[in-house]
């Protein structure tokens, strides 16, 4: 049962949207409409039970893992939507399918599939896409792994690169969405501000949120690639058209210190 025939049956068994309803009411005239051949038919239908439950098993294990990181979108959008979410999951099964191995991973190409979907319907409201993507990155900084050890460490310096922990990410949304609030019933909306935020793991492995400001968010994101502070200043400087003067530098230090505090910046590159 291995030709290309078998497994195209056994994917779209899966993964189809109208497939469900085929299995039960005629399960021959399903396996004969993909191409099965008699054999195997015969095989099938012997056990006819068995091809539903491997549907719902390989099913249950996709949607359990993309609506657990992403409760309120789902939520909302079902609420909101008539079943948007729930929808859209399926159609995105049926269409491309997950290609990963990793089930973790399987939330994530089901956003990046389904932003631009979302986007375009006129019946849901522009920042659950926000949300969306939010929930995603809360779960990827609480899950991250961190280093066994740091990389050898010195004085913060122009001059140096900095540090920063791995259960960290930098993101920007259009909406506020991270003071929305965590029960799955309250439908109240965010105001429609750009928010750049940090998310990372406080010591006591809590998820925390950290709202930036353009500057102070275009300088961790030099330093996120590896740029020196220095390197770092200079080009936030440029990208926002301000001096790189006392001020500024003053301002700077603020944030590092409070970085420091919060665990998030560990220093500077020794080596």
């Not at 290609?99 to 319907?121: G, K």
């Not at 910046?265 to 020794?270: D, E, F, K, V």
Request: proline share 5%; hydrophobic share 50%; with cysteine.
């Amino acid at each position: 049962m291995a030709d290309e025939r078998t497994v195209a049956m056994i994917a779209d068994a899966c993964f189809g949207l109208g497939s469900d309803d085929e299995l039960r009411r005629d399960l021959g005239a399903y396996l004969a409409r993909l191409g099965v051949g008699a054999d195997d038919i015969a095989a099938m239908l012997a056990a006819p039970r068995r091809l539903g439950v491997y549907r719902r098993l390989v099913r249950n294990n996709l949607t359990e893992v993309t609506f657990k990181m992403m409760p309120r979108a789902r939520a909302r959008m079902n609420t909101l939507a008539d079943g948007a979410f729930d929808a859209t999951f399926d159609r995105f099964l049926a269409t491309v399918s997950p290609q990963t191995h990793y089930l973790r991973d399987v939330p994530h190409e089901f956003f990046a599939w389904a932003e631009q979907v979302w986007r375009a319907r006129a019946d849901l409201p522009a920042y659950l896409v926000d949300l969306a993507r939010h929930e995603l990155t809360e779960f990827a900084v609480s899950a991250a792994k961190s280093a066994d050890a740091p990389p050898p460490l010195a004085d913060v310096a122009l001059n140096r690169p900095l540090v920063l922990v791995d259960a960290m990410r930098l993101t920007t949304y259009a909406h506020p969405v991270h003071e929305l609030p965590a029960d799955l019933d309250d439908l109240t909306e965010p105001a429609t501000r750009a928010t750049s935020l940090l998310v990372y793991r406080d010591d006591e492995h809590a998820v925390r949120f950290l709202e930036l400001t353009p500057m102070a968010a275009t300088i961790l994101a030099e330093v996120v690639v590896g740029a020196t502070l220095h390197e770092s200043l200079v080009r936030a400087c440029a990208a926002h058209a301000v001096p790189l003067d006392d001020a500024l530098l003053a301002s700077v230090a603020r944030l590092l210190a409070d970085l420091g505090e919060r665990g998030v910046l560990l220093g500077a590159r020794g080596d």
